[in-house]
């Protein structure tokens, strides 16, 4: 059975632990999000170049770690919530809901209310000042909102059988 106290919890955690490596990162160098920006900022700065290539895989394992191990640990205590058995199906929803609350927090505070209202500083790419504009593109934040939907779906089912398991 699904608890919604443990997918309230443990997706507004793994979305405060995502936001603070997210922010760091981006305070340490944005480019290392370059993927995630607008095309047309893409368009307008040089590709990362190799030491922000290595920068970001060292960037990734904490947050792969957590966008891992929060949801499966999330599951795991649900299972023992549950007597130590719950299907298939709820270790997945459960997995699925976590992820996206993040994927939630990630489109509505990050994405829109920082990077499209506030604009901090930090976060623009040395070479596309004055393109912050291009963030009001309302059509690009739902597509990946419903981009990170699809990623939350397929990326649950093995979260689900991890946990299971474990």
Partial sequence: MLSLPRILID?????????????????YNPRLWLQD????I????PPINAQEKRAQRLMMIPFLLVLIGLPVYSTYLLRLENGGTISFL???????????LFNLFDA????????????????VIPG?????????????HLANYLKGIVFCAIFSLPLALVALVI
Avoid: C, H, Q
């Fill in 90 to 100: 709820s270790a997945y929803l459960n997995a699925f809901f976590v992820l996206n």
């Fill in 128 to 140: 596309a000042e004055g393109m912050e504009y291009v963030f009001r593109n309302w059509g690009w």
């Fill in 37 to 40: 920006y607008p095309a047309e």
């Fill in 11 to 27: 997706g507004t955690i793994l979305s405060l632990v995502m936001s603070a490596i997210i922010f760091a990162s981006i305070r």
């Fill in 42 to 45: 893409r368009a307008k700065v």
């Fill in 108 to 123: 509505v505070v990050i994405d829109l209310l920082i990077g499209t209202f506030i604009k901090p500083r930090f976060a």
